[in-house]
């Protein structure tokens, strides 16, 4: 019997990022994608845990890459939060709603709309917050969704990635992540 070892570092996870992409395999792109934040936020620092590390490395790493004529209510709100919020849900349910009605400073958090347009590019597809007109406002709250291309997230996750290996002159063999023992018959 033949035992093959793989071992997974940042880069062989952003590869496997991009070919998940290519053969559209967008579910298994989006955890990818909502993984490397925990990875890299865990390198960034150790002491710090959960949300608020992941958060941290998000508003770092990924705002930069957001477009800047974004809607304001975006950038004075905790961004790495709401991305946050959405890798919890789909990776511990499965799921894209925020359920909780997060409070964020200009509104309140509803869900997420998860969506590939084949059709465009991913850089043109940025993500868009999007008033939910038919939701009482209570209380002068403004209830939104977010509309999210897993291309573009994706894309600025990579890019956020790339940016935080450079910013610590990271290499293939620094910071192993995961090593997977693969058993099979020597056929």
């Not at 949300?51 to 990924?62: A, E, F, P």
């Not at 209510?73 to 890798?87: A, C, N, S, V």
């Not at 291309?149 to 192993?176: K, S």
Request: proline share 3%; charged share 30%; with cysteine.
């Amino acid at each position: 019997m033949r035992q093959e070892n793989l071992n997974y570092s940042i880069y062989s996870i952003l590869r496997e990022l991009e070919d998940c992409l290519k053969e559209k395999k967008y579910f298994a792109a989006l955890s990818i994608a909502l993984i490397l934040p925990d990875i890299c936020s865990k390198i960034m620092d150790d002491k710090e845990t959960g949300g608020n590390r992941y958060s941290k490395w998000c508003n770092v790493y990924l705002v930069p890459y957001l477009p800047s004529i974004m809607n304001i209510m975006l950038f004075e709100t905790d961004w790495g939060r709401i991305i946050y919020q959405l890798r919890c849900g789909v990776l511990h349910n499965g799921e894209n709603d925020a359920k909780e009605y997060k409070k964020y400073k200009h509104f309140k958090l509803e869900d997420f709309n998860l969506y590939v347009d084949e059709s465009k590019k991913p850089l043109e597809c940025p993500l868009r917050l999007r008033k939910i007109d038919n939701r009482i406002e209570y209380q002068n709250e403004t209830y939104v969704k977010i509309d999210i291309d897993i291309r573009y997230l994706a894309y600025i996750i990579e890019q956020g990635t790339l940016a935080f290996i450079n910013d610590l002159n990271l290499n293939e063999q620094d910071f192993p992540v995961l090593e997977i023992n693969v058993y099979g018959n020597n056929n």
